[in-house]
């Protein structure tokens, strides 16, 4: 159910207020939606983004590439992705796949690569703070990495884009691959919030193995929660290379606390991470079993996804 904070706002983009992540009609917004492999399977993303739409989902999160390991996502592409969603009633949360695993893997893209792509992109993006949430970049810090990269690289990228002009709320994954195994993300969230002059930031666990017992997901959830820092889970899944998830528990405590949650992944994953395929093919017809228990389960999308209101002009 919407949560209404406030009688009649100007439409003004994503922000955060208490802790929540407040569309720009002034009601708290709740993810529920999918990862799309745009970089990847670009010819498949606009039929992707209305088959979720249909089967309920209210955001979309799209990898897209700044052209440091995959094909450049062209600015064209991004505005004909944001077109496209916001005729589907989706909210779209951009990513920056390169980045993923800086400190470990050779290929990986510094943070600083994605931030000159982002600025490469103001002129899209300008204009559809209502409807895009920047995603800086994806798991951008692992292995060697030190926790003092992490922040430091978070709080640069973030004043770069202030700066460019980018009033978008700015979702930052966690270190270690995203799942934040240190506690690098939960200890220093409030230090990077606080690096933003317009306080617009919302966090983003990705919760595989690392949350495989419903305690840790609780802990994790509620430290943010005791902290007044909104949260999100961009990424998660029922196991994680034969390694268990405790995806019953995410499901429940997001809707009992009130935190956003994206499925990775459409369709499309290599062979041994096949089982995290919603659909089999790109079809959204054929639902595996994660894509029935993510769409039609108990606190799933079905039962918990509300679209926004700014796709009605907040009537």
Request: charge should be neutral; hydrophobic fraction near 40%; include cysteine.
């Amino acid at each position: 159910m919407a949560v209404f904070l406030s009688a009649s706002p100007a439409l003004a983009g994503f922000s955060v207020r208490d802790g929540k992540l407040v569309d720009a009609c002034g009601d708290v917004f709740l993810a529920r939606g999918v990862n799309l492999p745009h970089a990847w399977r670009a010819r498949a993303t606009g039929k992707a983004i209305r088959e979720t739409a249909a089967l309920g989902s209210n955001t979309v999160r799209v990898v897209i590439s700044d052209g440091t390991r995959w094909k450049r996502t062209s600015p064209r592409t991004v505005r004909r992705i944001i077109a496209k969603a916001r005729r589907a009633g989706q909210v779209v949360i951009l990513e920056v796949h390169d980045t993923t695993g800086y400190g470990l893997e050779p290929k990986a893209a510094h943070i600083g690569s994605a931030v000159a792509y982002w600025v490469s992109l103001a002129p899209v993006l300008r204009g559809q703070e209502d409807y895009v949430l920047v995603n800086i970049g994806n798991e951008p810090t692992a292995g060697t990495s030190t926790p003092s990269l992490w922040l430091e690289a978070h709080r640069t990228a973030i004043v770069a884009l202030r700066a460019a002009g980018l009033l978008h709320t700015l979702v930052i994954d966690g270190h270690d691959y995203g799942q934040d195994r240190s506690g690098t993300m939960r200890d220093h969230a409030a230090e990077l919030f606080a690096a933003d002059p317009l306080k617009n930031v919302v966090f983003d666990v990705h919760m595989y193995e690392v949350y495989g017992r419903g305690e840790t997901v609780k802990a994790y959830l509620q430290a943010f929660a005791d902290q007044r820092l909104p949260l999100m889970v961009g990424e998660f899944g029922p196991d994680h290379h034969g390694e268990p998830v405790d995806e019953d528990t995410i499901f429940r405590l997001a809707s009992e606390m009130g935190v956003g949650y994206l499925a990775w992944s459409w369709s499309g994953n290599a062979r041994e991470v096949a089982d995290l395929d919603l659909v089999q093919g790109f079809d959204g017809s054929k639902l595996t079993p994660w894509g029935e228990r993510f769409f039609h389960g108990p606190g799933g999308v079905g039962e918990t996804s509300r679209r926004s209101r700014v796709f009605k002009g907040c009537r």
